[in-house]
Nanobody, 128 residues
């Protein structure tokens, strides 16, 4: 069974940092784009960051650019999201995603429908 399992969420204060991890099991996603989305209470799920299969290209939502960094370790089948200078507006459930239908792609999508594998999410809460 293919799974994406997120970890690393928690309760922090504004200005703090967190690193989220997403471990893939059941198959390798080393040839697929992966990323992160988030959903705050009462809001739509939104794109946060994505990375190509080899880490050669990354993309970020404007709201996190310069504060968040996505990376991956294909030897560990794991993707990371380093989040610095956290703000209360970053409070959300963070989902790891993979586009398992496109191999060795060079383009990164912000659209939810382009990612067919989703984790269960990890909660990030930032207090002011």
């Amino acid at each position: 069974q293919v799974q994406l399992v997120e970890s690393g969420g928690g309760l922090v204060q504004a200005g703090d940092s967190l690193r989220l991890s997403c471990a893939a099991s059941g198959r390798s996603f080393n040839n697929c784009a992966m990323g992160w989305f988030r959903q705050a209470p009462g809001k739509e799920r939104e794109f946060v960051a994505a990375i190509t299969w080899n880490g050669g290209s990354t993309d970020y939502a404007d709201s996190v650019k310069g504060r968040f960094t996505i990376s991956r370790d294909n030897a560990k089948n794991t993707v990371y999201l380093q989040m610095n200078s956290l703000k209360p507006d970053d409070t959300a459930l963070y989902y790891c995603v993979a586009d398992s239908r496109t191999f060795f792609g060079v383009h990164l999508s912000h659209a939810k429908d382009n990612y067919d594998k989703w984790g269960q999410g990890t909660q990030v809460t930032v207090s002011s």
